[in-house]
């Protein structure tokens, strides 16, 4: 009895301090040097998205309510300056209720992101009808007339709503491997995980509406999603990242079907892009140098800063 007695204890022994060497090797493997990681080399990554989660904030927030984070969250703008020509839109219940639930969704993700990060004030937006109809113009090549108002109506909108999520979420795509520190991966992820559902949404009211007819341009919805699509890709100069709603069987999902609710790559997983590429799309410019469009002053943080010196 007393041997068994001492090799159940032996071993439970043993047990425990295998545990507690696993433990602690695998809390140093996974992060060695959680400080540096997650402050000096995730920090950069992290604060970049804050431009685009601005962005979405005060296009959302003032689309549904008229106002923006300068009366529901001003802390979270650090003093920055207020949007240019955003506005209340005119849209129906449901179109409204919808993206009123992305606006307070945006400002949770401002909060999410600042928890981690110290990150910038809000940079100068322009929101205003002659910003959006500008990218309309350049996706069609041509002047629309009358200039395209985003705030007219729901579908004018959703369309301008499909300028928004999509950029941020191939962001987020491409900033997941360059994250060291686990904490940094999951807060990525779960930013990824609304941003996508957002985009998804977005797309699929649109994909119910691909084929009417956008007053008073007489162009189908669907095509100007194709439009902003070739756009985005255009000034990304890095090969096709972006898809319309419908497109050639051939670049659908397994070559099957032409209804594209969801954009993928031929394994259907989704894009990625880089920080130059998203500045070269929402300044409009091409030229991760040269701000313009929804950032007239260019975005902050220090990726962004490092091409405005």
Known sequence: MGNTKERRNLLVSTVMVLFFFNTNHYQVMSCPDQTTNCTDQDKKVLEFPLNLEYLEAEF???????FGLDKVAPNLTMGGPSPIGAQKAKLDPLTRDIVLQFAWQEVGHLRAIKKTVTGFARPLLDLSIKSFAEVMDDAFGRKLVPPFNPYANSYNYLIASYLVPYVGLTGYVGANPKLQCPDSRKLVAGLLGVESGQDAVIRTMLYARATHMVHPYGITVAAFTDRISRLRNKLGKMGVKDEGLVVPKAMGAEGQVAGNVLVGDELSLAFDRTPEEILRIVYGS????????????GADGEIAKSYLV
């Open 60 to 66: 959302f927030l003032f689309g549904a309510l008229g």
């Open 286 to 297: 091409g030229n991760e140098r040269v701000p313009g469009g929804f950032y007239p002053k």
